[in-house]
T-cell receptor, first 113, second 118 residues
Framework: SQTIHQWPATLVQPVGSPLSLECTVEGTSNPNLYWYRQAAGRGLQLLFYSVGIGQISSEVPQNLSASRPQDRQFILSSKKLLLSDSGFYLC????????????FGPGTRLTVL | AQKITQTQPGMFVQEKEAVTLDCTYDTSDQSYGLFWYKQPSSGEMIFLIYQGSYDEQNATEGRYSLNFQKARKSANLVISASQLGDSAMYFCAMRDPLDTGANSKLTFGKGITLSVRP
């Protein structure tokens, strides 16, 4: 069966510090991968998605970036965090199927101070 | 661009009763997909049910069913026989009409909080 991992689970970082969040998927090949951010009490905002290694599409211009160095690994990064980067970051994957539904990881709660 | 609207305030339901969570959407496309996700306090998003715009019957999945009214652009989630574990936030989402493949982007509503009372 497929599983998706995210780490760290929680993170507190000072403004201006770098960021690296990692997401890995097991049990599937060539998944589509997604990064979402959820502000407190709000819905999810798609940040990046990837259909293959090295292929990244950005949905929202910001100081974040994403990379996909391996088939089942998706990384969200920043060189200098802003206060507004605080939120709950969710990674998701899907493959072709009857619904093309996305499956989400447990998330990383980021607080920028 | 497509838009999902969930405007209900926090919802409360008595255990074992049914509850309807509202979702309206806006799109000019004829082909699209609608999803409902559950987010418990742990934060993980759990896929519940899917409705395709061309599906003639309302989707059902166990205690979950979708009241799909295409002309009114609504896709309300019905939870029957509520359980305490149903307490969570519920999100309605739409697949981007232009995405016909697996790399489908989702637009989410702001969510509805459901609390089940014992």
């Amino acid at each position: 069966s497929q599983t998706i991992h995210q780490w760290p689970a929680t993170l507190v970082q000072p403004v201006g510090s770098p960021l690296s969040l990692e997401c890995t998927v097991e049990g599937t090949s060539n998944p589509n991968l997604y990064w979402y951010r959820q502000a407190a009490g709000r819905g999810l905002q798609l940040l990046f998605y990837s259909v293959g290694i090295g292929q990244i599409s950005s949905e929202v211009p910001q100081n974040l970036s994403a990379s996909r160095p391996q088939d089942r690994q998706f990384i969200l990064s920043s060189k200098k965090l802003l206060l507004s980067d605080s939120g709950f970051y969710l990674c998701a994957w899907n493959v072709a199927g009857p619904y093309n539904e996305q499956f989400f990881g447990p998330g990383t709660r980021l607080t920028v101070l | 661009a497509q838009k999902i609207t969930q405007t209900q305030p926090g919802m409360f339901v008595q255990e074992k009763e049914a509850v309807t969570l509202d979702c309206t959407y806006d799109t000019s496309d004829q082909s699209y997909g609608l999803f409902w996700y559950k987010q418990p306090s742990s934060g993980e998003m759990i896929f519940l049910i899917y409705q395709g715009s061309y599906d003639e019957q309302n989707a059902t999945e166990g205690r979950y069913s979708l009241n799909f009214q295409k002309a009114r652009k609504s896709a309300n989630l019905v939870i029957s026989a509520s359980q305490l574990g149903d307490s969570a936030m519920y999100f309605c989402a739409m697949r981007d009409p232009l995405d016909t493949g697996a790399n489908s982007k989702l637009t989410f509503g702001k969510g509805i909080t459901l609390s089940v009372r014992p």
